[in-house]
């Protein structure tokens, strides 16, 4: 499967963002799909995870209350949904795409997309 990122939106502190990352290739609803994050000199982090329906997500407790992941099997694209945005948040996002790990292991993921620059600015 292929990933693709965008993101729309205004990025300042305590503002909003959404990023979407669409899928081309292989049935996208049968891969878990999850959200990564690396700040510039530091490991690359996960974000958030949702499972092949939808019916599962899970955040990392940076995120949490803040961020929401959801997807659109129809649609072959996963969003996050990044509100009350600090400058800590600032990083290059990615999405994966896995059929199976639940972790949250990057080296376990076996697709990415290409990556997208977040800045929030103070």
């Known amino acids: 499967v292929h990933l693709v990122l965008s993101w729309l939106g205004f990025v300042q502190d305590g503002g909003s963002l959404r990023l979407f990352c669409s899928a081309f290739?292989?049935?996208?609803?049968?891969?878990?799909m999850s959200w990564f994050r690396q700040a510039s000199g530091k490991e690359r982090e996960f974000v958030a995870r949702?499972?092949?329906?939808?019916?599962?997500?899970y955040y990392a407790g940076s995120v949490k209350d803040r961020f929401t992941i959801s997807r659109d099997n129809a649609k072959n694209t996963v969003y996050l949904e990044m509100n009350s945005l600090k400058p800590e948040d600032t990083a290059v996002y990615y999405c994966?795409?896995?059929?199976?790990?639940?972790?949250?292991?990057?080296?376990?993921?076996?697709?990415w997309g290409q990556g997208t620059q977040v800045t929030v600015s103070s």
């Open positions: 994966a795409a896995d059929p199976v790990y639940l972790g949250r292991d990057y080296s376990e993921y076996d697709y």
């Open positions: 949702i499972t092949w329906s939808g019916g599962g997500t």
């Open positions: 290739g292989r049935s996208f609803s049968t891969y878990i």
